[in-house]
């Protein structure tokens, strides 16, 4: 539908929008475009941004907050799950909002398959955004462990890990929500629609996406660690590589 029609007194009026047309399921074009390719450094560079800053900040928090190091002032040491949550949902506004222009600021290959579903990106692209994703989070976790590798060990790498009292059910099932609240609020902010019904209320695409990582971390980091980002936690397991963490990725990352 080019565009939708709202009767009114006079009549009909056409909205002042129009929907993209849908993506091309392969575009083999596309691979001759430097904007592709400039594009997929733009996922692979801000990904990797993001698992080094998020990361190091998780461990970091544990670092400060571990008893043998701190003593009575473990337990009020460090940034919180508060803070964590803030390092996660505040990375994300500001590299979907650097790279939004570049590449659309996915950074997260659910993101990505769900804006290929909508027809929103082609196949190749979204291939190439989700291989950059991945490749991106292994050297930001890299990175981290570069830097500070008897920490990393000790704390456990910034890895998603099913905490203690919890089911794999209930870890997947509190995945798949938080993923769902990101995705949904992705295509809420990038909504062509929203300059025509909501143009008395400016809207920062980046700001509303960045809160809803950060309120899903909130919800989710006492069960899973929070992961709701395939590339973020493969990225994690990868570098980290322990046996619960692989066993725990494939539970929630199932669907």
């Not at 905490?163 to 059910?169: E, L």
Request: charge should be neutral; aromatic fraction near 12%.
């Amino acid at each position: 539908m080019g565009k939708d029609m709202e009767a009114g007194a006079a009549g009909f009026t056409a909205k002042d929008y129009t929907d993209p047309p849908p993506a091309p399921l392969i575009d083999a074009e596309e691979l001759t475009k430097w904007s592709l390719y400039r594009a997929v450094i733009a996922e692979f560079v801000a990904t990797l941004l993001f698992l080094y800053i998020t990361v190091a900040t998780v461990i970091g928090y544990k670092h400060q907050s571990d008893p043998n190091v701190n003593g009575t002032d473990a337990a009020c040491s460090g940034v919180g799950i508060l803070g964590i949550a803030w390092a996660f949902g505040g990375m994300i506004f500001i590299l979907v909002y650097c790279t939004a222009g570049i590449s659309g600021g996915h950074i997260n290959p659910a993101v990505t398959f769900g804006l290929f579903l909508a027809r929103k990106v082609s196949l190749i692209r979204a291939l190439l955004y989700m291989i950059a994703q991945c490749l991106g989070a292994i050297c930001g976790a890299g990175l981290v462990k570069g830097f500070q590798k008897a920490y990393y060990v000790r704390y456990g790498g910034g890895a998603n890990e099913l905490s203690s009292g919890y089911s794999k059910g209930t870890g997947l099932a509190a995945e798949i929500i938080g993923t769902f609240v990101l995705v949904y609020t992705v295509f809420s902010a990038t909504d062509p629609k929203r300059s025509a019904r909501d143009s008395h209320v400016p809207v920062l695409a980046p700001l509303p996406i960045g809160f809803a990582v950060f309120m899903v971390h909130l919800a989710t980091i006492p069960i899973t660690g929070t992961g709701i980002n395939p590339a973020r936690s493969f990225g994690a397991a990868v570098i980290y590589d322990k046996e619960k963490a692989w066993d725990d990725q494939k539970s929630n990352d199932a669907f």
